[in-house]
């Protein structure tokens, strides 16, 4: 295979996962803008997701949220996504929506919510089992306001204990992701604040722990692809949730921020075989003013532009420059890659997908976003908590 045919090649097996929540209503702690055609529940989220598969090629997954996207009949939901040509993908748990989880989830002190909590992680198991998904993944809101609110070391033993039940109800192809995040709900300290503590609980686990990296998650100016390339190296890196920022957990569309790191993270993924292991491109965006389904197929082509980027990166002229202390040379083969313009690629890529190779023009040209503004009418609209 030329070096062209194998860049394809791996972009055409590409997978992004879209979540779920993405297609419905969201917005900041202000307001909440409500869009015309917004689905109504999780079988139409899976209508859009479907769409977005369709026009992109590469997005075959969708992440679920519960309780937002709970069912009676998660074996019929399945089912349902199955005939529209996608997948269930992660099951994303919720510990942070109950009145009961206002001093954490799994970490509480008291032993009574930590059940609560630790039932509704093992539910989630349940879900994947019914849905065929693989994936469990785990962020928790937990962590104190104040010094002194509670015993930060007594709350790591909670949560090593609660995740410890989980991982052992888990299946033999099934795995945990645990997220981190540095702040928020919590202010002064989160129990999994970072990838080292998500890793240390991890690496206790198993081989079936890994870490999720959400871009949104971390202080300003941290090296993310570094805790990448470490992750992988260590065989601990999940998956991603992709999206970006420019101050805090901004979720907005993946690539939109800041596209140079998007694509320095992907050289890592490429650098340390993320193609070849089992690392989940899933996207956790909300999009609070922009049209969901263009934002989301936006989303997805900006995965696949930087990692087209990554791949073109010349890593025998890099391990060649790198080798010879050319410290010029080798940044500007990494720079090279990034300013190659890969557009006309990912259209022959698409084109030879039998794709129209602009997703975009093709599914507003679809008439779809009309479709679903005409027939959902009535109901309620999903947003978090429906
Ligand atoms: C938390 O900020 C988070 O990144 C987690 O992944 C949640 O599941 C998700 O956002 C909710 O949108
Ligand atoms: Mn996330």
Same mark, same amino acid.
């Given at each position: 295979?030329?070096?062209?045919?194998?860049?394809?090649?791996?972009?055409?097996?590409?997978?992004?996962?879209?979540?779920?929540?993405?297609?419905?209503?969201?917005?900041?702690?202000?307001?909440?803008?409500?869009?015309?055609?917004?689905?109504? !529940?999780?079988?139409?989220?899976?209508?859009?997701?479907?769409?977005?598969?369709?026009?992109?090629?590469?997005?075959?997954?969708?992440?679920?949220?519960?309780?937002?996207?709970?069912?009676?009949?998660?074996?019929?939901?399945?089912?349902?996504?199955?005939?529209?040509?996608?997948?269930?993908?992660?099951?994303?748990?919720?510990?942070?929506?109950?009145?009961?989880?206002?001093?954490?989830?799994?970490?509480?002190?008291?032993?009574?919510?930590?059940?609560?909590?630790?039932?509704?992680?093992?539910?989630?198991?349940?879900?994947?089992?019914?849905?065929?998904?693989?994936?469990?993944?785990?962020?928790?809101?937990?962590?104190?306001?104040?010094?002194?609110?509670?015993?930060?070391?007594?709350?790591?033993?909670?949560?090593?204990?609660?995740?410890?039940?989980?991982?052992?109800?888990?299946?033999?192809?099934?795995?945990?992701?645990?997220?981190?995040?540095?702040?928020?709900?919590?202010?002064?300290?989160?129990?999994?604040?970072?990838?080292?503590?998500?890793?240390?609980?991890?690496?206790?686990?198993?081989?079936?722990?890994?870490?999720?990296?959400?871009?949104?998650?971390?202080?300003?100016?941290?090296?993310?692809?570094?805790?990448?390339?470490?992750?992988?190296?260590?065989?601990?890196?999940?998956?991603?949730?992709?999206?970006?920022?420019?101050?805090?957990?901004?979720?907005?569309?993946?690539?939109?921020?800041?596209?140079?790191?998007?694509?320095?993270?992907?050289?890592?993924?490429?650098?340390?075989?993320?193609? !070849?292991?089992?690392?989940?491109?899933?996207?956790?965006?909300?999009?609070?003013?922009?049209?969901?389904?263009?934002?989301?197929?936006?989303?997805?082509?900006?995965?696949?532009?930087?990692?087209?980027?990554?791949?073109?990166?010349?890593?025998?002229?890099?391990?060649?420059?790198?080798?010879?202390?050319?410290?010029?040379?080798?940044?500007?083969?990494?720079?090279?890659?990034?300013?190659?313009?890969?557009?006309?690629?990912?259209?022959?890529?698409?084109?030879?997908?039998?794709?129209?190779?602009?997703?975009?023009?093709?599914?507003?040209?679809?008439?779809?976003?009309?479709?679903?503004?005409?027939?959902?009418?009535?109901?309620?609209?999903?947003?978090?908590?429906?």
């Amino acid at each position: 295979m030329t070096e062209l045919a194998a860049v394809k090649a791996a972009l055409k097996t590409q997978a992004v996962e879209t979540p779920s929540w993405a297609y419905g209503n969201s917005g900041t702690r202000f307001k909440v803008f409500a869009q015309a055609g917004v689905p109504r !529940s999780p079988f139409e989220k899976l209508d859009d997701a479907a769409k977005v598969h369709e026009f992109t090629g590469v997005a075959p997954t969708v992440a679920l949220h519960i309780p937002w996207d709970r069912v009676d009949d998660y074996t019929a939901l399945a089912e349902y996504a199955e005939k529209r040509g996608v997948r269930v993908g992660a099951i994303n748990s919720n510990t942070f929506q109950d009145d009961d989880y206002k001093l954490g989830s799994v970490c509480h002190p008291d032993p009574a919510v930590r059940r609560k909590a630790v039932g509704h992680l093992l539910e989630c198991v349940d879900i994947m089992d019914a849905t065929g998904s693989k994936d469990l993944k785990l962020w928790f809101a937990d962590g104190t306001n104040y010094p002194g609110q509670d015993d930060l070391r007594g709350r790591q033993d909670r949560l090593a204990e609660a995740l410890a039940q989980v991982y052992e109800r888990l299946g033999d192809d099934q795995r945990m992701l645990l997220e981190y995040k540095f702040f928020e709900p919590a202010f002064y300290a989160t129990d999994v604040p970072d990838w080292g503590t998500a890793y240390a609980h991890c690496l206790k686990l198993g081989d079936k722990a890994q870490v999720v990296v959400d871009t949104g998650h971390h202080a300003p100016g941290t090296n993310i692809e570094f805790i990448v390339a470490t992750l992988l190296r260590e065989g601990k890196l999940g998956g991603f949730d992709f999206n970006s920022r420019f101050y805090a957990d901004d979720d907005l569309m993946v690539g939109a921020a800041d596209p140079f790191q998007l694509f320095r993270i992907m050289y890592e993924v490429v650098r340390g075989g993320g193609f !070849s292991a089992d690392v989940a491109f899933m996207l956790d965006q909300c999009h609070n003013i922009e049209a969901k389904i263009p934002a989301i197929i936006r989303s997805v082509m900006n995965v696949q532009e930087a990692t087209a980027k990554a791949l073109l990166v010349d890593r025998d002229a890099l391990a060649a420059a790198q080798a010879s202390g050319d410290v010029l040379e080798a940044n500007a083969v990494v720079m090279d890659a990034y300013n190659t313009d890969v557009r006309p690629l990912l259209r022959e890529v698409r084109e030879e997908m039998g794709l129209d190779p602009e997703p975009l023009k093709a599914y507003r040209a679809s008439g779809w976003a009309e479709k679903v503004v005409a027939e959902r009418v009535g109901g309620e609209q999903a947003g978090w908590g429906a």
